[in-house]
């Protein structure tokens, strides 16, 4: 079954290398968006007008419908006992590690931090945190709290006073108490068991039981981000991301064992796309018969083949110039780097890209999990204008201006004529007024 893989070895000289490349990306953007006026694009505008019509009714309707979970709007907030159980019976271990990530965010965060007031002779600039925010938090098999630590502690550290997560009722008819868990050792009190586009227009617009929020961030399949797309200026948000990605720049250094699990780490997604790219044709070989031999060993062996053939590539090119030049157009969410010594000098090298992973021993677990950066990362070529999550998402600023007569006088002549210059009458006029000229 692995010999299918054969498929995604390719080099730059052979036919359709470039349109294999490009076509990644297009697929990559099309898992993410709905086409305008396509089947879903119809259902996804059907749920959001049903939701902003019929409130929390339509939100139990559509959880029922799409989680299988029948709910009252009262139901839908998880109590403070039943936050405070899931902590209680938390593994011990868990909860340590989870702490410790915690930590670790919380002081990158606050490192980078720039929400500081500014001032200087008549202008300035201020800083707000953004009041409510809400977190999707994905329902998937496995709990997901390492997605409530790294969106909710950047808000925490950015000053926002409410967070309110939503996650559909996958567990039980409920959400997994590990997520709760985290939760409560955040002190999140808000924490809903809805989810999917129903939940994005419940915290965009507000119902019954649930007040809106000021912006929405977090990861969830492509309703929930083109729920969040069709609903920014309504709210704001953090980016609309898709599927996992990695592209990997290795040379003949890198482990090809290493490197193949990298990329599957990302193709178990299903979707995910993983890419390789590299100037020596061995590595290239190498890691193919990794990829062969560790996919044989995964439970939903044919599903990630499945994905690697859609979403993945071996790519072998001329020379390092080139796989940059390459790394930059792609824009991947997560790019690892193990080309030895060289490492950090590729690294300066690239320009778009949701999180770069230098060495060997830098695998994307460690950022998902740990490092400190939020793992809520741009995709789909969306670094080259979106960023990292960050404690910076979290305020706003506001411009400050203070004139005194003096400056306005020195000033006034040229703010009249700009006025003027666009036909603005009355723009020149609050300027004319005020140096004693009613005319």
């Known amino acids: 079954m692995g010999n299918e893989l054969d498929k995604i070895l390719i080099k730059y000289d052979q036919p359709g290398f470039k349109e294999r490349f490009i076509g990644i990306r297009e697929a990559v953007f099309r898992a993410t968006h709905f086409g305008p006026g396509s ?56 909860l340590k590690s989870i702490q410790q990530a915690i930590k670790n965010v919380r002081e990158y965060q606050t490192k980078i931090f720039v929400g500081k007031d500014k001032s200087f002779k008549t202008t300035g600039i201020r800083y707000t945190p953004i009041k409510r925010v809400g977190i999707c938090v994905p329902g998937a098999s496995a709990p997901l709290p390492s997605t409530v630590i790294m969106t909710a502690v950047p808000a925490q550290v950015a000053g926002v006073t409410e967070i309110v997560v939503v996650s559909p009722p996958r567990y039980n008819g409920s959400i997994h108490p590990v997520i709760l868990a985290t939760c409560k050792e955040l002190k ?38 083109n729920a969040k797309k069709k609903l920014l200026g309504l709210v704001g948000i953090d980016s609309i991301a898709g599927p996992s990605e990695v592209l990997i720049i290795a040379n003949n250094k890198a482990n090809p064992a290493w490197v193949a699990a990298d990329m599957l780490s990302q193709a178990e997604h299903n979707p995910g796309s993983a890419v390789l790219c590299t100037e020596s044709e061995k590595l290239a070989l190498d890691v193919l018969a990794e990829l062969k031999r560790q996919v044989a060993e995964l439970g939903r062996s044919k599903e990630t083949i499945d994905c690697l053939l859609e979403f993945g590539a071996i790519m072998v090119l001329r020379n390092m110039a080139d796989i940059v030049n390459h790394a930059n157009f792609f824009a991947t969410e997560h790019l690892q780097i193990q080309c030895g010594k060289q490492s950090r000098k590729i690294a300066d090298k690239i320009q778009n890209a949701g999180a770069i992973f230098i060495g060997e021993y830098s695998p994307v677990a460690v950022g998902d999990y740990w490092a400190g950066p939020s793992h809520t990362l741009p995709t789909g ?17 506001t411009s400050i201006i203070e004139y005194d007569k003096k400056k306005l006088a020195a000033s006034a002549d040229d703010i009249i004529r700009l006025a003027e210059a666009e036909g603005l009458d009355a723009h020149a006029r609050s300027v004319r007024i005020r140096q004693g000229n009613r005319g």
């Open 39 to 94: 089947e879903k694009d119809k259902q996804l505008d059907a749920i959001l007008i049903e939701v902003f019509q019929r409130d929390d009714e339509a939100v139990a309707e559509y959880t029922e419908k799409f989680d299988g979970v029948k709910l009252t709007p009262e139901q839908f907030k998880i109590s403070e006992t039943e936050l405070q159980e899931a902590h209680k019976a938390i593994d011990k271990k868990l």
């Open 188 to 225: 999140i009190k808000e924490v809903y068991r809805i989810g999917g586009a129903q939940a994005v227009m419940a915290l965009a617009k507000g119902t019954k039981t649930i007040r809106s929020v000021d912006k929405i961030v977090g990861p969830g399949n492509a309703w929930v981000q």
């Open 381 to 397: 070529r969306s670094a080259k204008f979106f960023s990292a999550l960050s404690a910076n998402d979290f305020i706003k600023s």
